[in-house]
């Protein structure tokens, strides 16, 4: 795993917010299914999918960190929500940081390079057929 200093988009402590189409873009699956979906890309990967969060309360949506640009152009199923920036509409991302008390937020996989993100295309392919 690299040092905080290396990942240079990691809030320091607690959790901050980060604009979509800077650094990624993100896909939010809400409740059980984006557990599963996080999951399933965790064993097609070998247990590194990417960097993904998950938020403990509320909908309890789980944030896919995808590549800047890479959600558009895509059939995403019902039930996805993407963070996008664009002309007249700005999102923003909920960041954990890596060793803090960050409740209601929580890495269900921590990110392990600095521009190691999830793959879109498997991503996309997983909502699709895990339905």
């Given at each position: 795993?690299?040092?905080?200093?290396e990942l240079t988009?990691?809030?320091?402590?607690?959790?901050?917010?980060?604009?979509?189409?800077?650094?990624?873009?993100?896909?939010?699956?809400?409740?059980?299914?984006?557990?599963?979906?996080?999951?399933?890309?965790?064993?097609?990967?070998?247990?590194?999918?990417?960097?993904?969060?998950?938020?403990?309360?509320?909908?309890?949506?789980?944030?896919?960190?995808?590549?800047?640009?890479?959600?558009?152009?895509?059939?995403?199923?019902?039930?996805?929500?993407?963070?996008?920036?664009?002309?007249?509409?700005?999102?923003?991302?909920?960041?954990?940081?890596?060793?803090?008390?960050?409740?209601?937020?929580?890495?269900?996989?921590?990110?392990?390079?600095?521009?190691?993100?999830?793959?879109?295309?498997?991503?996309?392919?997983?909502?699709?057929?895990?339905?």
């Open positions: 795993m690299n040092t905080q200093s988009w990691l809030p320091e402590s607690g959790i901050q917010l980060r604009k979509a189409g800077v650094r990624f873009d993100a896909i939010r699956v809400d409740g059980e299914r984006g557990r599963d979906i996080a999951d399933w890309l965790a064993r097609m990967t070998g247990g590194d999918p990417g960097p993904i969060v998950e938020t403990a309360t509320g909908r309890r949506g789980v944030y896919f960190l995808v590549p800047v640009g890479s959600t558009s152009h895509r059939a995403w199923p019902a039930g996805v929500t993407r963070f996008v920036a664009g002309p007249g509409h700005v999102s923003y991302i909920p960041v954990p940081a890596l060793n803090d008390l960050t409740w209601p937020l929580s890495w269900r996989y921590r990110p392990t390079a600095p521009d190691r993100l999830v793959h879109t295309r498997l991503l996309c392919t997983a909502l699709h057929s895990q339905g």
